[in-house]
């Protein structure tokens, strides 16, 4: 429907009038115009009307300026006081009060305007008119820029959605708030997999279905086809439930595609076609269903690249651990969650002449950059083992490459030699996390010397060594393991320690229970390396 036919649509009307004569020619002539008409015969009944749970506005009171229980100028105060009848438009009527002060008056205390009797049907009808499309403009015009406002807040939360499930809830929750009515989306998942998604309406949740493979291109073909941006097209009940049984939108159907690039996969979001009341909504739902193509597209591009840069760092870190006689070897590694950026960490396990070096280590940062430079450092480390240096002359070697190649970069790395026999440990520490060493009697404790992180230019002092009797255990962490948002880190290592005395009496088994206990929800990579030494 047109504005302009909006406009000129018959309307509701209350005529407040006490007399009988009077109130039946206005009726009369109301009707024959095509609106419905409530009388009522003094203010008190037009109010009782007005204060109706459930009952719709009228959309124009007719107020006689002389009713028997107050007058008609009062009457349009308590009905422009009201929050509810506020945006009510009044049309005084009286054949008594016709002065320009009379006028004056009932203006200045609400009316929006005033004609005198005895009135003539067709300026009566023209101020009617006339009236309504003032007030159906100005509905208009707040409805706007309300569904702007509720565009702008759809828009963000599809902007912001982190996932694919987030990204449904808000798409098609912001088209049922927009519209106030029940509305679908489809669009393909990471996996190319068709998705269908429902909400029956703006305080509902999100329904989320698989949809058959050649629904995108069966619902193209009624709107975009492989063209790019955003277009609007009607679907009848029959077409769009042949293509999606399982949903819930009744009547006829108004979809908006949209593509960002070509050869890229589109979204479609779908309303009732009663829902939208003007051009002006279906400019809306175009634009709804366009910044979901650009979030999905963001979306999509960042899963892509996650994924990419995920292969990437895991492709740095080793696959296995060596073996190594009187030493049994665990380790775990889980990366940050789907939404947070890859970080730095790293551990290794390295046989040497000089015995197993085990070392963890945390480049600062989280970013492909955190993750490459953690791969230099991981392969430095590997050949400067290999070269036989004891850990302090590591440490060193790694902070001149440091400042040659990343002067910018800082990083956190443990060096843990386990010197043949198993009996006796060289540890060197830049900044990490202490190794905590479990005594074959089972008690714990966390070796805290250490010394400057690298990058910082500053030398390291030389290991300390620690003898470990045949049963001592030994176990590495990075801080993603350990760390939790506003609790000190002295709390949860204690916590940790714990764990780690009463947990599971099996390496690997243990390391399970350390990841399923401080592991979960975590938005930086973890990685734990333990070791059992049974000695030779």
């Known amino acids: 429907m047109t504005d302009s036919s909006q406009d000129a649509a018959p309307a509701t009307i209350l005529v407040v009038e006490d007399s009988e004569t009077n109130l039946y020619l206005l009726t009369n002539w109301l009707e024959r115009a095509g609106h419905v008409v409530i009388g009522a015969e003094n203010a008190g009944e037009g109010l009782d ?69 005895p009135l003539d049907p067709g300026e009566l009808l023209a101020t009617v008119t006339a009236t309504l499309r003032y007030a159906r403009a100005r509905r208009r015009a707040e409805q706007l820029a309300q569904r702007l406002l509720t565009l702008n807040q759809a828009t963000m939360s599809v902007y912001s959605s982190i996932g694919f499930h987030s990204f449904a809830a808000a798409a098609t929750g912001g088209a049922a708030r927009l519209l106030s009515s029940p509305a679908s989306a489809v669009f393909l998942s990471p996996e190319g997999q068709a998705v269908h998604s429902t909400s029956d309406g703006p305080a509902t949740t999100t329904r989320t279905y ?55 996969p589109p979204v ?59 030493i049994d070897l665990a380790f775990r590694y889980l990366p940050a969650s789907e939404n947070a950026e890859i970080g730095g960490d790293f ?31 991981r392969h430095a480390l590997r050949a400067y083992a290999i070269e036989g240096h004891p850990p302090q002359q590591i440490l060193d070697r790694l902070e001149t490459l440091l400042a040659h190649s990343q002067p910018t970069v800082t990083a956190t790395l443990c060096l843990v030699l386990v010197e043949p026999g198993g009996r006796r440990l060289q540890v060197a520490n830049a900044g990490h996390i202490p190794p905590l060493v479990v005594s074959p009697q ?95």
Request: glycine content about 10%; aromatic content about 2%.
């Open 49 to 117: 009307h007005l204060a109706t749970a459930g009952t719709p506005l009228p959309e124009i009171a007719i107020v006689d300026v002389r009713l028997p229980d107050m007058s008609g100028f009062e009457l349009s105060e308590k009905i422009k006081g009201n929050a509810r009848t506020a945006a009510l438009p009044v049309i005084h009527i009286s054949a008594s009060a016709v002065s320009a002060e009379d006028h004056a008056e009932g203006l200045q205390r609400g009316a929006d305007a005033y004609l005198n009797q």
């Open 210 to 264: 698989v949809a058959r493979p050649d629904v995108l291109d069966r619902l193209l073909q009624q709107s975009l086809g492989d063209g790019t941006g955003a277009t609007v097209a009607r679907i009848s009940r029959g077409q769009w439930q042949a293509l999606l049984s399982a949903d819930h939108l009744g009547g006829n159907i108004t979809m908006a595609a949209a593509r960002t690039k070509r050869g890229r």
């Open 268 to 326: 479609c979001i779908a309303v009732p076609s009663d829902a939208l009341t003007g051009t002006d909504d279906e400019h809306l739902l175009q634009q709804l269903a366009h910044a979901c193509a650009l979030a999905l597209e963001g979306l999509r591009t960042y899963n892509e690249e996650h994924t990419l840069a995920l292969a990437l760092q895991r492709s740095f870190l080793p696959s296995d651990l060596p073996t190594v006689d009187g």
């Open 347 to 377: 551990y290794e396990a390295i046989p040497t002449a000089d015995g197993l070096l085990l070392a963890i280590g945390d480049v600062l940062g989280h970013s492909l950059s955190a993750a490459t430079v953690m791969g230099e450092l």
């Open 442 to 536: 089972g008690h714990a404790r966390f070796h805290t010397p250490h010394g400057p992180i690298l990058g910082l230019r500053a030398p390291h002092p030389a290991p300390t060594a620690l003898s470990t009797p045949p049963g001592t255990r030994l176990l590495l962490v990075t801080d993603g393991l350990v760390e939790v948002r506003n609790t000190s880190l002295n709390a949860t290592l204690d916590a940790f320690m714990e764990a780690v005395t009463a947990g599971p009496a099996g390496l690997q088994d243990l390391s399970d229970h350390l990841l399923d206990t401080f592991g979960r929800g975590k938005d930086d990579d973890i990685a734990l390396l333990a070791a059992d030494l049974h000695g030779s």
